[in-house]
T-cell receptor, first 118, second 113 residues
Framework: GENVEQHPSTLSVQEGDSAVIKCTYS??????FPWYKQELGKRPQLIID?????GEKKDQRIAVTLNKTAKHFSLHITETQPEDSAVYFC?????????????????FGQGTILTVHP | DGGITQSPKYLFRKEGQNVTLSCEQN?????MYWYRQDPGQGLRLIYY???????QKGDIAEGYSVSREKKESFPLTVTSAQKNPTAFYLC????????????FGPGTRLTVT
């Protein structure tokens, strides 16, 4: 099955700096890669996602890049703000199981605790 | 905040008791999922369902059971066979099978003593 590794486990930056979180995946059939942000005690919320037919996607201060050959994808946050402090999770989905039936099973990374200091 | 609800927010049980966690969605989503979240381990899939009256085991199904009798509802029972049930449980739903965004509920924190 799919295995997703996420690094670093903790990241501390100063306000205004950039933050980068990296994930690798094992299943070459994976074709959907979402990123979730979870604030303390809250539910995870999707912040950006990318599909395997795209190499990069940007939404204001957040961007995600995907390297299918190397099987890794990264989240980039620019001009960080204290409200960006949260746990960030990457995930991967193949969309198709061994029997050929599609499903949306996500495999999550272990999470990165991002702290942005004012 | 999404139309997916979980109840209760906090749940306390004695060891050896079964407990059922509720998950309801009004998003008309076909697929629903249950995850367990422990510190430093991310989200791990317990069970998922792509359609009414059908569900599959996830990565850590032992000691858990589910049902999907209605499209809107996907309750999770934590049985006494689950060796370490204390955790934060998250329910999610997505529009359909395939690579779609999953919407999460607010979660239930279960403590078993």
């Amino acid at each position: 099955g799919e295995n997703v590794e996420q690094h670093p486990s903790t990241l501390s930056v100063q306000e205004g700096d950039s933050a980068v979180i990296k994930c690798t995946y094992s299943d070459s059939a994976s074709n959907y890669f979402p990123w979730y942000k979870q604030e303390l005690g809250k539910r995870p919320q999707l912040i950006i996602d990318i599909r395997s037919n795209v190499g990069e996607k940007k939404d204001q201060r957040i961007a995600v890049t995907l390297n299918k050959t190397a099987k890794h994808f990264s989240l980039h946050i620019t001009e960080t703000q204290p409200e960006d402090s949260a746990v960030y999770f990457c995930a991967a989905s193949s969309g198709v199981n061994a029997g050929g039936t599609s499903y949306g099973k996500l495999t999550f990374g272990q999470g990165t605790i991002l702290t942005v200091h004012p | 905040d999404g139309g997916i609800t979980q109840s209760p927010k906090y749940l306390f049980r004695k060891e050896g008791q079964n407990v059922t966690l509720s998950c309801e969605q009004n998003l008309n989503h076909d697929a629903m999922y249950w995850y367990r979240q422990d510190p430093g381990q991310g989200l791990r899939l317990i069970y998922y369902s792509q359609i009414v009256n059908d569900f599959q085991k996830g990565d850590i199904a032992e000691g858990y059971s589910v049902s999907r009798e209605k499209k809107e509802s996907f309750p999770l029972t934590v049985t006494s066979a689950q060796k370490n049930p204390t955790a934060f449980y998250l329910c999610a739903s997505s529009m359909s099978r395939g690579a779609y965004e999953q919407y999460f509920g607010p979660g239930t924190r279960l403590t078993v003593t």
